[in-house]
Structures are given as C-alpha cells and as structure tokens.
C-alpha cells in the first residue's frame, strides 16, 4: 500500500476537505443518535478524519500500516490508536459510532475480506449504533487503461504522481509512479496499490450477514456513495 508514500500522503489528498466530509458525517450521526458519544475510525491513516472528529466525540483509530499510526500519533497524541487489522480486529467493546473511509474498505482485496471485515466492525457497534463505510467504486463503474495525474505542488515540496487504471480478476491495480522534488533534490519511486471491486450486492450482503440494517447514499462525501448500517437492537 503506502509503503513510500506514507511520507507525502497528507501532501498527495490535500486536496480533500476533510472538514467539509466530517461536517456532513456528523449530520448524520446526529440525525440518527444526538446522544452519540464514542467513535472509532477504521483504517484511520494519517489521522486527518479522526482529527475532525476529535471535537464531537471520544475518538480513537485503527489502521494496519504502522507507519501510518506513527503520523496519526504525532497528530494526535491524546487519542488511542491501534495498529491491527481491520479482519480480524478486536478491541473487547463496542463504539456508538464506527467509520471506514475514503475507500480504506477495498485495500483487503477480496469477498471474503470485505465480509470479515464488515463482520469485525459491527461487533464493535452497540446496539442502536452506527457502522458507516465509504466504498471504492463497483465493478460497472471502473474504467482500464485510464490514465490519473496529480500534482502536489508546496513551497519546498513537489510531487508529480501518475498510473493508468487496470484490473486482475476482481482487483483494481494501481501501479503508481512519484516524481518528488524537495531542496535535497529529485526522487522517483513506483507503489503497487490494489483495491477490490465488489457490487452493490455484495457490499449489502456484508452487511446483512453481520446483522446490520442497511442503506446507501449514492454521493457520500466523496462521490464514491456511503453505506449506512444500524446494529439491530437485541430482543
């Protein structure tokens, strides 16, 4: 994943309002529980959602990349952060809120990960509780051969980033070039990224098979939709 990136990675999507994103996602919770109080990010990365969310909530994070949670606790040094796998997790409570976002859901590739780690998060939802999880794109909507150029452009940091879209089976591959340009001088690197593509069925499916309620918003804060899923209260 963001084995070399990691460095740029808040430099790479400066371009998301991540503010914007958590406003709309606080809506939403507060349309469904005014009262909620607890939240846990999964696959928080850097820490930019928790960060927003922080000043509504008892947060805490979870991402595999451990270079990642290192970032996420620079920035936010008061907060819990796990670096564990969102397949199979366990943290032995439950959260009024549990979030998985900007696609983080696609990174475990298969079917069978998406199910695990739908099945992990809702066993960390109270009952009454919300488990919201951004997708990536369903396999109708993907286009191969594409071809993405993004320019990260600072005062001392430049970045030029570029893939062409392609498929193996069932994964989405990304194989990305960086041109990075710095006062020390210019580097270039490739990271290999691959995203599972699953339908609309089977993200549903997921969640039902976890004992959820489902619905989905067909924007979500990015323009990639939102699932919406209520843990059934028992009884």
């Known amino acids: 994943m963001f084995t070399k990136s990691f460095r740029f990675y808040d430099a790479l999507y400066r371009f998301k309002d991540y503010s914007a994103a958590a406003e709309q996602l606080h809506d939403l919770v507060h349309e469904h529980d005014p009262r909620a ?39 936010l040094p008061d907060v819990r952060l796990h670096e564990a796998d969102m397949q199979d997790f366990d943290l032995g409570r439950t959260f009024d809120v549990v979030t998985c976002l900007f696609s983080s859901i696609a990174y475990v590739r298969t079917l069978g990960g998406l199910q ?74 490739t990271e290999r990224h691959e995203m599972g593509l699953y339908t609309a069925d089977q993200y549903r499916g997921a969640f039902e098979a976890a004992g959820m309620d489902v619905m989905h918003q067909q924007e979500g804060p990015f323009g990639r939709g939102l699932y919406v899923a209520t843990q059934r209260q028992s009884g």
């Open 116 to 189: 695990r780690s739908v099945r992990r998060m809702a066993s960390h939802v109270r009952p009454g509780g919300l488990l919201i999880v951004e997708p990536w794109l369903e396999p109708e909507q993907y286009r191969v051969g594409q071809v993405t150029a993004n320019l990260a452009d600072e005062p001392d940091l430049k970045i030029a980033w570029m893939y062409t879209s392609e498929i193996e089976g069932h994964v989405s591959i990304f194989d990305i070039t960086y041109l990075v340009g710095t006062p020390a001088g210019i580097d270039h690197f």
């Open 37 to 75: 109080e607890s939240l846990l990010d999964v696959g928080c990365g850097t820490g930019k959602h928790l960060e927003r969310f922080n000043q509504w909530y008892r947060v805490e994070g979870l991402d595999l990349d451990p270079h990642m949670i290192a970032i996420a606790r620079q920035r």
